[in-house]
T-cell receptor, first 111, second 114 residues
Framework: KQEVTQIPAALSVPEGENLVLNCSFT??????LQWFRQDPGKGLTSLLL???SQREQTSGRLNASLDKSSGRSTLYIAASQPGDSATYLC??????????WGAGTKLIIKP | DAGVIQSPRHEVTEMGQEVTLRCKPI?????LFWYRQTMMRGLELLIY????????DSGMPEDRFSAKMPNASFSTLKIQPSEPRDSAVYFC????????????FGPGTRLTVT
């Protein structure tokens, strides 16, 4: 069974720190991997999409990497801000074009 | 574009009642997805459509759930009769041709069945 694991489940850091969120998956036959952000009581916002042929994607202070051989992806957030506080989910698209989801990392950035 | 639009945003109903959730995808998107999110099970794909045709409904929990997409700009998810265990947040998402393009999510409908 395909599984996605996100570590840590929760993270609290002071404002300004750089941080890394981890996502591991068991199925290397993925089409892409997507990172999302979810604010409390809100929908999901797509942050970055990495195709299976790519190694990383960057958007502003966010950088996501993908290593299919090891089944891992990381989301790097530089110079964290209180507005970055949210739950971050990773999901990979399997061979049936379905997204397989992790449980998320709840991130709190303390002012 | 306004993004994916869902209505209602909140729905409270009594057990046994029919519930209809609505979704308008982003114009031009060929794929539409219905998800359910709960604390216990996380995000689950219920069904998805390509060009208004249901492709995979294996995630639909029971016959009480049904989904339709009568045209490219509208989809419904219906629960009849509703049960307390159906309480969850239901999301609609749309995308261009996967896997090249990401999915865009609506704000969700929070359903409470008492």
């Amino acid at each position: 069974k395909q599984e996605v694991t996100q570590i840590p489940a929760a993270l609290s850091v002071p404002e300004g720190e750089n941080l890394v969120l981890n996502c591991s998956f068991t199925d290397s036959a993925i089409y892409n991997l997507q990172w999302f952000r979810q604010d409390p009581g809100k929908g999901l916002t797509s942050l970055l999409l990495i195709q299976s042929s790519q190694r990383e994607q960057t958007s502003g202070r966010l950088n996501a990497s993908l290593d299919k051989s090891s089944g891992r992806s990381t989301l790097y957030i530089a110079a964290s801000q209180p507005g970055d506080s949210a739950t971050y989910l990773c999901a990979f698209m399997d061979s049936n074009y379905q997204l397989i989801w992790g449980a998320g990392t709840k991130l709190i950035i303390k002012p | 574009d306004a993004g994916v639009i869902q209505s209602p945003r909140h729905e409270v109903t009594e057990m046994g009642q029919e519930v209809t959730l609505r979704c308008k995808p982003i114009s031009g998107h060929d794929y539409l997805f219905w998800y359910r999110q709960t604390m216990m099970r996380g995000l689950e794909l219920l069904i998805y459509f390509n060009n208004n045709v249901p492709i995979d409904d294996s995630g639909m929990p029971e016959d009480r759930f049904s989904a339709k997409m009568p045209n490219a700009s509208f989809s419904t998810l219906k629960i009849q009769p509703s049960e307390p265990r159906d309480s969850a947040v239901y999301f609609c998402a749309s995308s261009l041709l996967p896997p090249r393009y990401e999915q865009y999510f609506g704000p969700g409908t929070r359903l409470t069945v008492t």
